[in-house]
């Protein structure tokens, strides 16, 4: 999965959510489409927090000047 696309992956995820709420699968294939979903969870989950920690803001400050600064998420 190192060179698949968040696009792709959140595809598959899409995908695997209308197979289980389709209610035609086994309870073995369920449980390995849950797994896939699982782990195309935790690749969309990390690229995000990738791409959360690259995203900066820019700003400017009193004297007119623009400034970079990293972005936060306030709770």
Do not use: H, I, Y
């Amino acid at each position: 999965m190192a060179t698949e696309k968040f696009e792709s992956a959140l595809k598959k995820l899409e995908e695997v959510v209308r197979r289980l709420e389709g209610g035609d699968l086994s309870l073995d294939d369920s449980l390995k489409a849950f797994e896939e979903g699982m782990k195309q969870v935790t690749f969309c989950t990390r690229k995000l927090n990738e791409a959360e920690k690259r995203v900066e803001l820019l700003l400017k400050n009193k004297d007119g000047a623009f400034v970079k600064e990293p972005f936060r998420v306030d709770d």
